[in-house]
């Protein structure tokens, strides 16, 4: 199992490179102990087959907000910001899929569930957070949940 973690968590920062063209500095991973997990805006991606669980991306939405401007060249606030968050994520998601088949770990994704202002509870056998600073828009908290 740690080999195949070694690889969620490389593919999900290899995945972040991949889809978000903004220069970014990516934060060591570390155990995520807490069982609620805050954000301003966030998306959740559940995780099935060789590995289950799931991802979360959580910033603020001023954050979101910079990284669609960059991304769209145009200003994205209230459901346009929300839909793009979710988008976000899927994309993310979906590039770690394609990672991982790379290397012989297959895993499906569900679709994405974009919360506000909200927490989300969890329970997973393992959790990861790995820090990312989007240069000159701010940081995004990824934190991977695993089950057993």
Known sequence: MGEKITHVLNGTIESVKN???IPIVV???????????????GVLIGMIGSIRGSLVIKSRAKTFCGIGEEMFE???DGEMLQSFTGELGNMLAGNLCTILAGKGIDIDITP????????????????????????????????LMLEN
């Open 19 to 21: 889809v978000i063209p």
């Open 27 to 41: 934060g060591k991973p570390s155990l995520f102990k807490e069982p609620l997990l805050k954000s301003e805006i």
């Open 74 to 76: 145009m200003h994205l």
């Open 112 to 143: 994405p569930t974009v919360v506000m202002d909200g927490s989300i509870m969890h329970n997973s056998d393992l959790a990861f957070r790995v820090g990312v600073d989007i240069i000159g828009k701010g940081e995004i908290g990824i934190v």
